[in-house]
């Protein structure tokens, strides 16, 4: 079961990378993964089905404990870098410019809701930032996707560590100014 599963998942990223993702097909998948249709259909609606598998898993990933507050904002940057570079292949696959935009789409969404709890979290309670709490959102997922995107279609090379203090020296003083005006009218 295991394997028809992951047999399924390596066949589309190399199809993918072949091809593009708008050109694979179902039965593309099945060909390459050397499964049976019913196989196919036992683990997965449709090829976005299988895109999306993995996807859902991360943001457990990325979530801090229930009711803990992580000490360093966005806490999930080293690790999510780490974790795109050891599945660099995959990360192009998917984010790369012949992945389909659903990707980008549902991984914007996943750390958007992360980020977005986080600084929720990080407010003083019943406090309206300064700057909108959505765009703020928007900005920090932006510039995190950008160096992904960047990376995974080589025209960046760093490791996840520089990855990781870029995303850090750009996006953390504007998010530092929006908590501490916060602080201040608290």
């Known amino acids: 079961?295991?394997?028809?599963?992951?047999?399924?998942?390596?066949?589309?990223?190399?199809?993918?990378?072949e091809k593009g993702y708008e050109a694979v097909?179902?039965?593309?998948?099945?060909d390459r993964a050397d499964v049976g249709r019913t196989t196919f259909y036992?683990?997965?609606?449709?090829?976005q089905a299988v895109l999306f598998s993995d996807l859902d898993d991360?943001?457990?990933?990325?979530?801090?404990?229930?009711?803990?507050r992580p000490e360093t904002p966005f806490a999930f940057s080293l690790p999510l870098f780490e974790h795109v570079y050891e599945q660099r292949r995959l990360v192009?696959?998917?984010?790369?410019?012949?992945?389909?935009?659903?990707?980008?789409?549902?991984?914007?969404r996943i750390l958007g809701d992360v980020v977005r709890a986080e600084l929720a979290a990080a407010l003083p309670p019943g406090h309206?930032?300064?700057?909108?709490?959505e765009l703020a959102v928007t900005?920090?997922?932006?510039?995190?996707?950008?160096?992904?995107?960047?990376?995974?279609?080589g025209e960046l090379t760093a490791t996840p560590a520089d990855m990781d203090a870029a995303f850090r020296a750009v996006v953390m003083?504007?998010?530092?100014a929006m908590l501490a005006s916060a602080a201040g009218d608290a």
């Open 139 to 153: 900005c920090v997922v932006g510039a995190f996707m950008a160096l992904i995107r960047g990376w995974a279609d």
């Open 92 to 108: 192009r696959a998917l984010l790369g410019r012949r992945g389909g935009s659903a990707v980008s789409a549902r991984g914007e």
């Open 42 to 47: 036992a683990h997965f609606t449709d090829k």
């Open 1 to 17: 079961m295991r394997r028809s599963r992951r047999a399924v998942r390596e066949a589309l990223i190399e199809l993918i990378l």
């Open 25 to 30: 097909t179902v039965t593309d998948i099945i």
């Open 173 to 176: 003083p504007g998010v530092s």
């Open 58 to 68: 991360l943001r457990d990933l990325l979530r801090p404990a229930p009711g803990s």
């Open 128 to 133: 309206v930032p300064p700057v909108s709490l």
